[in-house]
């Protein structure tokens, strides 16, 4: 999507390691987020940063951590991944204009399978 | 507690047919309302959104929905389905004004079109 990106796209990892996900923006935007996508459960939002070294918890932020430290970027990590874990993950900014759409742009999704 | 329901989790359609995807919502407020198609392997894109004003809105692609404050509803609609509208359809809600302003999703509905 324009503006956000994603990386890597794919990853498959061995349970126990570390990994991180990284989502780039070139629009400025205060607002980036973290969700997850499950089957069954839509988008459930893991969490999210309204400016650089400013985040929060969602409702599944256990198992992860995030960091920002430039407005661009936000970094998702799994401090041990886990089976439960693999998911495809993705990041979003929020434009809050309401001369746009006042709502989200997703980025194209990080698919991970931890075995 | 915040929810969003979506009913369906999977629709077959006739191409051609008229469609109507549901969505419900549990919230203490007037929330934004939101929906959202994921094609396969891809990432989500607006189709459309309710703030206030007219309760029936029109998006991108021939879709339309409804708000009805009543039943605490926003149900999407399209009136002639075509084949390129099998996706996923994601109804999510925000809270006017919410810290962080977060979307909460539904589990989504899987739309299947039949030639």
């Known amino acids: 999507d324009a503006g956000i990106t994603q990386s890597p796209r794919h990853k498959v ?15 400025n935007h205060r607002y980036m987020y973290w969700y997850r996508q499950d089957p069954g459960h839509g988008l459930r939002l893991i969490h999210y940063s309204y400016g650089v070294k400013d985040t929060d918890k ?12 430039k407005t661009e970027d936000f970094l998702l990590t799994l401090e041990s991944a886990t089976s439960s874990q693999t998911s495809v993950y993705f990041c979003a900014i929020r ?5 746009t759409n006042y709502g989200y742009t997703f980025g194209s999704g990080t698919r991970l399978t931890v075995v | 507690a915040q929810s969003v329901t979506q009913p369906d989790i999977h629709i077959t ?11 419900n919502y549990s919230y203490g407020a007037t929330p934004y309302l939101f929906w959202y198609v994921q094609s396969p392997g891809q990432g989500l894109q ?8 007219d309760t029936l809105v029109q998006g ?3 879709f339309e929905a409804e708000f009805k404050r009543s039943q605490s509803s926003f149900n999407l609609r399209r009136p ?3 084949w390129s509208d099998a996706a996923e359809y994601f109804c999510a809600v925000g809270l006017i004004k919410a810290a962080g302003n977060k979307l909460t999703f539904g589990g989504g509905t899987r739309v299947l079109v039949k030639p």
């Open chain 1, 95 to 99: 434009d809050p204009s309401q001369r």
């Open chain 2, 80 to 82: 002639c389905v075509h």
């Open chain 2, 60 to 62: 991108i692609k021939g």
């Open chain 2, 13 to 23: 359609v006739s191409e051609g047919a008229s469609l109507e995807l549901r969505c």
């Open chain 1, 13 to 27: 990892t061995e349970t126990g390691t570390p990994v991180t996900l990284r989502c780039h923006q070139t629009e």
């Open chain 2, 46 to 53: 607006l189709l459309l959104k309710y703030f206030s004003g």
């Open chain 1, 58 to 69: 969602g409702e599944v932020s256990d198992g992860y951590s995030v960091s920002r430290s």
